[in-house]
T-cell receptor, first 111, second 115 residues
Framework: KQEVTQIPAALSVPEGENLVLNCSFT??????LQWFRQDPGKGLTSLLL?????REQTSGRLNASLDKSSGRSTLYIAASQPGDSATYLC??????????FGQGTRLTINP | DAGVIQSPRHEVTEMGQEVTLRCKPI?????LFWYRQTMMRGLELLIY????????DSGMPEDRFSAKMPNASFSTLKIQPSEPRDSAVYFC?????????????FGPGTRLTVL
């Protein structure tokens, strides 16, 4: 059974810092890996999607990497801003359409 | 497009009552997913439909839970009878099989509290 783990569970940093969120998964037979953002009281928003054959994806200040063989992914956020405060979820796609989520990292950026 | 629409946004009920959660997927999407999010277990897939047909309901916790999709624009998740341990946020998501690779679009969720 696939298990997805995210470390740390919570992170608080001052504005402007670069930071890394970690995600690990136990079964490397995945179709892709996604990073989502969740704001309180709202649904999930997809940030980045990395196909199993890719190593990284970038969008603005966000960069996600994937090492499928070791079962690891990282989300790098450059020059953090208070608006980046949210919970970040990592999810792997297994089978045709089944997303398996980690527990998330609750990020707080302090002004 | 208005995105995935869920109703109600909040539901408070007493143990033993029937609860029905509703979802309207994005128009044109042909896959629909129901998830449950709790502090203990995180976000879990309950069931998903392709072209209105249930494909995998292995995540449905027990017989008290049932889901239907009578047409392409509407789905329900019903809990009967409800129990306090069913308290959670329930998300609906939809996907276009012909769209961007495997991206699901999530609704805002229904926060259910069973007293």
């Amino acid at each position: 059974k696939q298990e997805v783990t995210q470390i740390p569970a919570a992170l608080s940093v001052p504005e402007g810092e670069n930071l890394v969120l970690n995600c690990s998964f136990t079964d490397s037979a995945i179709y892709n890996l996604q990073w989502f953002r969740q704001d309180p009281g709202k649904g999930l928003t997809s940030l980045l999607l990395i196909q199993s054959s890719q190593r990284e994806q970038t969008s603005g200040r966000l960069n996600a990497s994937l090492d499928k063989s070791s079962g690891r992914s990282t989300l790098y956020i450059a020059a953090s801003q208070p608006g980046d405060s949210a919970t970040y979820l990592c999810a792997v796609l297994q089978g045709a359409q089944k997303l398996v989520f980690g527990q998330g990292t609750r990020l707080t950026i302090n002004p | 497009d208005a995105g995935v629409i869920q109703s109600p946004r909040h539901e408070v009920t007493e143990m033993g009552q029937e609860v029905t959660l509703r979802c309207k997927p994005i128009s044109g999407h042909n896959s629909l997913f129901w998830y449950r999010q709790t502090m203990m277990r995180g976000l879990e897939l309950l069931i998903y439909f392709n072209n209105n047909v249930p494909i995998d309901d292995s995540g449905m916790p027990e017989d008290r839970f049932s889901a239907k999709m009578p047409n392409a624009s509407f789905s329900t998740l019903k809990i009967q009878p409800s129990e306090p341990r069913d308290s959670a946020v329930y998300f609906c998501a939809s996907r276009d099989a012909g769209g961007p690779p495997d991206t699901q679009y999530f609704g805002p969720g229904t926060r259910l509290t069973v007293l």
